[in-house]
């Protein structure tokens, strides 16, 4: 164990400099080197200083690719797709054009694939080609606070960057913005020592269509079937994007070509386009306030609250004033550190309303509800979309759903497909609040059943869909979302929405089983009891008819059992 | 489930452009947006052009803390310790100064503390201090394959916008490189827009040391004791750092000062500088291979081959050239592509050495069980260090050790302390590679009790120690090792051998336990044997007083128990 000290080291405890204050000087020096061997190496900081330098972001993630989802073959194609694939429906939904996706991915030779992803957006303006493609943190959502599939401005550059990694080959792209327009044709990769593009080629090019975006990347991959397939994933994003169509084209794995599949679309209509919000008070923190004050142009404290932040009143800027003890007429960029730390509690004191919600867009019940019936098979379908709520300032909706019954394979765990703002989450399910919310249910009284810690078992799909304007993801791969307790909160009571209908659902079928076993055991004996009976009461043949026939109506009548599905 | 596609959507899967070829056109542009009702929203490329702009690294991890290890005000405090600690043993280490650290927390009212942190380092020229302080990603160990703590450039000028983000403080830094030297005192801020340090104040100060750094930052966190407190962690370090001295001024929780705390280095000597070494041909990726060729500045291919990689003879060097086609005397900088995969295969298939191991150094087992024994009470102690191994190209070494007995809880799980290049990894075990080694062991064979798939029980902590040129882990706040098979193995069977040792000291403790029992039970009847001798003998008393004493001593020599612990 750590001894105690044996006396107060106050020579050294003593050197302290406040920010504020001059820096006193310390005392005496921290003990030196004067016992041991003379030190055979002694760099000086002049020479460690030489060794300093920047260090690129792209060469920090090329080095730490694993980060950002490109672990291993299988997931870097992946993850190479998803991002495609992300881009592409942000831009769709962006320009206000119903997606029309299309997805190839052709062998190039042992683990090499070359993959395709071309969509029907507004297309790129020339001279945002390269820096979309060809530096990481650039982007258009990462200062904007509002739903939406990409966040960070690294993933598709930095798919480009592995490709060019593994396969040397750079990153191709067209991109044509109306039909009058020329269409452009790129090759950019990434120079990871200085995270620019670098344009090998760029000319134009005829292109038909009337406006949209292709890309292409040569990567190392490899290309696997089943629950981590590329064909799963996009059947995952076909159902939370109901408004979008998108083909996909296997790559052909002998002579044969491989057969397109179509994931088509249930609605042409698009979703609501989700706005723009200011921080809410209560979730900045002094260092952005700081930031804020600085950067403002109001010219007043009272005005720079109204209009920096939403959900700030005159009244409620009047509030946080009074209890900050400022000036309303305090110009913002003047304010002194002590007088914004009173301001940033008084802004985390004062009653205020929820941040606004229509930064957010659920799939809506119907709508997910459709495209679940389509892309799962079962004899039962309910899902429930929740009402917007708040995390650390940050709205959020949960939406949940379940598949049961039919074909769905029946003794394994529940098949689970989680989801944030749309877009499927694949990998490090474990890690996830989704997982963790439906572990801590008791699916046992939904009629399910389940292990301690585990999953619930039997023959069903569990979906559940978290949008808001800032998903928490544990990654930059954006793989798991992080255990905040708001968001389990709400996983919970979509989950539980949901299982109580499937609980209903199990039940009411248990009972029409039982019902039909025991309609059919009577109906046998019917015409026994209308024999009995026409021997006893001395009926005449039409008596006897009769009365079957009436004992069998009330039987129908009493025990018809419930057949509606909704 | 997904349709097939009913045809071949020839139209759209004709577009195809080669990196190599001139692209075709499309014959047909996606199908056009003409169903559903007009967009209300229709954005175009032009205007979605004007929201693309950069992100700055600082702004992105800001905004991302959770990803540095800033995820809650304990972790954050914890955090800024680990590296500033870290940073302090690196720089001594290099300098060849037996560190002298100081570590002082102060509680600065409710929620925010002063973080201080002190050295007898090298100290740092002037000019490179806002650099290292006040941008992300800058440092000096990125580009190096040689063992560090450090690695990334980012960890303490994170704590220091952390520190920003939360108090509006900025990180102030002493420093003085020697004797004859001015002391240099530094208040730096992130300008997180640019990721460029602002230096609020730099000037002289008078400093009585010879040399050192010292750093202050102050911001909100939550002091905690127990498992995850910084006096826990502290003596996780002196473990694996025998070299270091420690000492570690709590904050006082009431009137009264707490007393400070000494960790006393076991050794007066520095482990061996860890040699920077290249990089070993099979560890490279094509991207960088041909990143490497066009930087070269070598000849010929064979010199390259020679000059930029570890383990590569003149014989291999021919032999990857002859494998290759390649002819030696091809200037690297201008071998085309489908040359350069050429080599890069061929630099895959030759057989050469393993890379040089002296990149990393171990504790070793003398110094780790002096630590071990010092830090750790217990009644007994196994360590093992392991040889160097390879994964990926990266050589790496594993080290273990168990205490076991004494005071320590026997019911629980054991402790578990998990270090990467003499750093203790405090959160996320169960992620980490490391206890996935130590949950597949059976540990009933080394007779502690185990759960199925849970860590052993007993009154015992383990220690698992992995030294690598480039330790491979699961995020940014370097908390968890990535599951490598070759790093698995490696923990498995350095604990295996510390287990074997364990379960015979178990086992020979019970036969101790076991003997002792039988040998106080016969030493009881031996003056009855004698005095029952006498009668049936006859012997005079002193016969029968040496008959006791040959019977005693027959009985110590058959069976004196072993006592050595070692």
Known sequence: MAKRAERRIDDQLEVSFEAENTPRPAKRAPRKQKRGKPATRGRTAKELATKQRDISVSEFFAKNRHLLGFDNPSKALLTTVREAVDNALDACEEAGVAPELLVEIVAEGEDRY????????????????????????????????????????????????YGMLTSGRPMRIATKTGPRQPAHYFEVRIDTHRN??????????????????????????????????????????????PHARIVFQPPSSGEEPAEPMLFERVTEELPPEPKEIKPHPYGVELGVLLKMLKASDTRNLRSFLQSEFSRVSARAADSILEIAELPERTRPAKLALEGAERLHRAMNEVKLMAPPTNCIVPIGEELLESALRQEVEADFH?????????????????????????????????????????VPLLYQQSACAITKGVISIDWKSYQLSQARGALPAGPAVLIVHLASAWVPFTSESKEAIAHYPEILKEIRLALQECGRKLGQHINRRRREQAEGKKRSYIQKYIPHIGIALQEILKLSDPQRDKTVETLTDILERSRTPVTGRK
């Open 114 to 161: 070359r993959v395709i992803v071309q969509d029907n957006g507004p297309g790129i303006v020339r001279a945002q080609v390269p820096k979309i493609f060809g530096q990481l943190l650039y982007g258009s959502k990462f200062h904007t606070l509002k739903q939406a599939r990409g966040q960070q401005g690294i993933g598709i550059s930095a798919a480009g960057m």
């Open 382 to 422: 309910a899902v429930v979309s929740r009402a917007p709520a708040v995390y650390r300032g940050n709205p959020f909706l949960v939406e949940a759903g379940i598949a049961y019954g039919g074909d769905l394979p029946g003794d394994e765990p529940v098949s689970l497909f989680r989801y944030a703002n749309r």
């Open 196 to 241: 620019r593009p670098e344009i090998l080629v760029d000319r134009e090019v005829e292109w038909q269509c009337d406006h949209g975006t292709r890309i292409e990347i040569t990567l190392a991959g490899t290309y696997k079937r089943g629950r981590h397939s590329v064909e799963g994933y996009l059947r995952q994003v076909a159902i939370a994007n």
